[in-house]
């Protein structure tokens, strides 16, 4: 399969390029040639196939020869290997939980399918290979865990200090080994401005691979299609006709790589982005006015982002064309104070709890509804309640539990090199750590 970019289609690449590159010329984004359609009989039979299968025949044209089927087989089925079970919360309402993972959100998938194929790429690279990222929480835990241990990787994460929960925390500086944790004396953005430097420096580049993790790399985006077919699966089980898909959605990742394998054939309804206060989308559905804009802090911090990177694809799926996306999409953009009330209403009457980001679009998904009897559907469930527990406690008023994969995290030792925000430090560090 070729890439090209959205910036500049004279640029085409391979997947292994586009893999270790990231990104394309102009920070363009790189999106496949073609979208190869999902064979009938396998969308029929889907429950048929094992989890695994699955997984590998939505995977394999866009890898195609450059990763062998039988290490693809491996990848994938490593990248899938806990439980993501289709959870019912009400009558209408289901939830797809994709929060069982290593650090317990949904980017375990994208990220641990990404650092398979990047160390299987760069196994016979002499130099030793850094993959350096800023986080402002989540993103950085799921990476550190793709890469742990693997051999001839090093990880270098950059996070703000005092900036993340201290579950997050954990996550980034106690896996020891080849992960390495920064604490950054400034926030996400020096952290993210050190990174960039980093990247265009010489002398840095001349002596070590620096690879990114970024969020927009094919290999982290292009996976998150097996959720939908792995929901619908279960959701066949139970539901015969197809269901309404609403995502939490704040880069726009997810709920692009859930069109893409509605445009291949999935059966969906109806697809909603469902935001928080940062509703750049649910406006440009509404007035065809796409208006970035700075984001603003919500309790749903994963989806404050104010010009999401991959609505550019969106809109490359649909050829450009308004009409037909507005046909499919619908947005809703829900405050704060609705998302706590959504916590607490959905714990007393359905017994479920819901993290702020699954509320956002259990909130989301309720309206469209309601606007639209008769319909069912599911939200996707992106991050476990205990990662976000001061939210979610004042909300239910109860104590969440720990799940026991967490209370042996928190007993290990936080381990970070402190930095000022100053491109020297980072430089030194590392130019050292080679
Ligand atoms: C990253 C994230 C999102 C948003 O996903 P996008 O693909 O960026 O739209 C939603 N919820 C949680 C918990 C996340 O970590």
Redesign the pocket.
């Known amino acids: 399969m070729q890439y090209y970019n959205l910036k500049d289609s004279q640029e085409k690449v391979d997947f292994r390029t586009a893999t270790i590159k990231g990104q394309g010329k102009n920070k363009g984004l790189f999106f496949p040639e073609n979208l190869p359609s999902f064979n009938d009989e396998f969308i029929q039979n889907l429950q048929q196939y094992s989890d695994e299968e699955i997984a590998y025949q939505c995977m394999k044209d866009f890898v195609g020869d450059e990763i062998p089927s039988e290490i693809l087989k491996k990848i994938v089925a490593e990248t899938i290997s806990f439980e993501i079970p289709l959870k019912k919360i009400n009558d209408d309402i289901l939830v797809l939980e994709l929060f069982h993972g290593p650090t317990l ?3 375990d998938i994208g990220a641990g399918f990404m650092s398979r194929c990047l160390s299987y790429f760069l196994e016979n690279q002499q130099k030793k290979v850094t993959v350096l990222v800023a986080t402002s929480g ?1 993103t950085g835990g799921a990476v550190a865990h793709g890469f742990y241990d693997l051999p001839g990787i090093d990880v270098v994460i950059l996070y703000p200090k005092n900036r993340v929960s201290p579950v997050q925390e954990k996550q980034l500086t106690a896996l020891g080994k080849n992960i390495y944790a920064l604490e950054v004396n400034g926030s996400f953005d020096d952290c993210q401005s050190l990174v960039k430097q980093a990247f265009s420096n010489e002398e840095i580049n001349n002596q070590l691979f620096l690879t990114s993790a970024n ?1 927009i790399n094919v290999a982290r985006w292009l996976p998150q299609q097996i959720y939908y077919l792995l929901a619908l699966k279960q959701w066949l089980k139970t539901e015969n006709k197809a269901p309404v898909i609403c995502v ?8 692009c790589a859930g069109i893409l394998a509605h445009l291949r054939g999935l059966p969906a309804e109806h697809f909603i982005a469902a935001c928080n206060a940062n509703d750049v989308i649910p406006e440009y559905l509404k007035t065809q006015n796409l208006k970035p804009k700075k984001s603003v802090a919500t309790l749903s911090n ?2 404050d ?1 104010g010009d999401p990177s ?1 609505f550019v694809r969106i809109l490359e799926l649909f050829n450009k064309e308004f009409n037909p996306l507005k046909n499919k999409i619908s947005g809703y953009s829900i405050d704060d104070q609705k998302t706590k009330e959504t916590i607490t209403e959905v714990y007393n009457r359905d017994h479920y709890i819901l993290d702020p ?1 699954s509320a956002v679009a259990f909130s989301s998904l309720e309206q469209y509804l309601k606007e639209n009897p008769g319909k069912k559907g599911f939200i996707l469930g ?2 476990h309640p205990v990662k976000f527990p001061d939210a979610v406690q004042n909300a239910i008023k109860t104590e969440i539990e720990i799940p026991q994969s967490l209370n042996a995290l928190m007993k290990k030792e936080k381990k970070t090199v402190e930095i000022n925000a100053d491109f020297e430090e980072l430089k030194r560090f590392l130019l050292d750590k080679n």
Do not use: E, L, R
């Not at 939490?248 to 709920?255: A, C, E, H, T, Y």
């Open positions: 959100a949904f980017k989540d969020s939490p959605s704040g880069n726009f990742g997810n709920i994963a989806m982002v991959n980001h992106t991050a």
